[in-house]
């Protein structure tokens, strides 16, 4: 579980600013709602963490 946790750590230190800045410009500036995708987004990373099979980069 440890190095889950850790290799899902490092995909949020890495991927978190862009991933908000993608929402936040979704969201046509709406904090309150793009800190909600932000979170729906890394729930669904944490989620299907085993079914990635990593064919493609892991920032797609």
């Keep these: 579980m ?3 946790e ?3 750590k490092e995909i949020y230190n ?3 600013d862009k991933v908000y800045r ?3 410009g979704y969201a046509a500036g709406d904090e309150d ?3 909600d995708w932000h979170q729906e987004t890394f729930i669904k990373v944490w989620n299907h963490r085993k ?3 990593g064919d493609s980069s892991i920032s797609t």
Aim: charge should be positive; include cysteine; aromatic fraction near 12%.
């Design 2 to 4: 440890i190095h889950i």
């Design 6 to 8: 850790r290799d899902f």
């Design 14 to 16: 890495k991927h978190s």
């Design 22 to 24: 993608l929402c936040i």
């Design 33 to 35: 709602l793009a800190k």
């Design 51 to 53: 079914s990635f099979k």
